[in-house]
């Protein structure tokens, strides 16, 4: 009997996130007919401050003052120099 109402909690939860997900899938679509509404995180730099981040790093500055001094942190420094790397 507990297998059975196990089961038939388990198939309700299922059921559950895949409505959930179905509608934020809708309101996603939305949301981007609506223009600029659904579009992420704003990068934290521009791309002049990236060049000049860039820049540095290849002169040979600290990482950990780089990030103090534009304000992100130094996992974003490594990023942007991967990001570079990679382009």
């Given at each position: 009997?507990?297998?059975?109402?196990?089961?038939?909690?388990?198939?309700?939860?299922?059921?559950?996130?895949?409505?959930?997900?179905?509608?934020?899938?809708?309101?996603?679509?939305?949301?981007?007919?609506?223009?600029?509404?659904?579009?992420?995180?704003?990068p934290?730099?521009?791309?002049?401050?990236?060049?000049?981040?860039?820049?540095?790093?290849a002169?040979?500055?600290?990482?950990?003052?780089?990030?103090r001094?534009?304000?992100?942190?130094?996992?974003?420094?490594?990023?942007?120099?991967?990001?570079?790397?990679?382009?």
């Amino acid at each position: 009997m507990s297998n059975l109402l196990l089961s038939v909690m388990g198939a309700f939860a299922e059921f559950e996130r895949s409505l959930i997900k179905e509608l934020q899938r809708e309101g996603i679509a939305i949301a981007k007919t609506k223009g600029n509404v659904y579009r992420g995180r704003i990068p934290s730099l521009t791309a002049e401050k990236a060049h000049a981040l860039l820049k540095r790093i290849a002169a040979g500055e600290p990482k950990a003052a780089l990030a103090r001094e534009f304000g992100i942190s130094r996992a974003s420094v490594y990023n942007y120099r991967a990001a570079s790397v990679g382009a």
